[in-house]
Nanobody, 126 residues
């Protein structure tokens, strides 16, 4: 059983929008801080956004601030990443990850995350 499953990726034109979903299975997201990471070909994995389980605060990488929004639906045990005004440089595989250590969430420390999804491809191209 895969603990986190991402969906919602696809091909979109520049300026378009996508909403990614991260559904948890076998555990309750409410007790975990959730981050979205992305990895483009030939590049290191980078943190994109974090939703804190402690206080519900959200953080964003500078490259996506003002364009992406992270949110959580406790009833659906799902976290979302709404991505607007997409740019070609947003092209990457997007992963969600869960950690009980809220301190490491906004710092995007991959080794601190307990669960990972399999990733979903986002391609932004004319």
């Amino acid at each position: 059983q895969v603990p986190l499953v991402e969906s919602g990726g696809g091909l979109v034109q520049p300026g378009g929008s996508l909403r990614l979903s991260c559904a948890a299975s076998g555990f309750t997201l409410h007790y975990y801080s959730i981050a979205w990471f992305r990895q483009a070909p030939g590049k290191e994995r980078e943190g994109v956004s974090c939703f804190s389980s402690d206080d519900g605060s959200t953080t964003y990488a500078d490259s996506v601030k003002g364009r992406f929004t992270i949110s959580r639906d406790i009833a659906k045990n799902t976290v979302y990443l709404q991505m607007n005004s997409l740019k070609p440089e947003d092209t990457a595989v997007y992963y969600c990850a869960a950690t009980v250590d809220d301190y490491y969430c906004s710092g995007y420390v991959p080794s601190a995350f307990d669960y990972w999804g399999q990733g979903t491809q986002v391609t932004v191209s004319p």
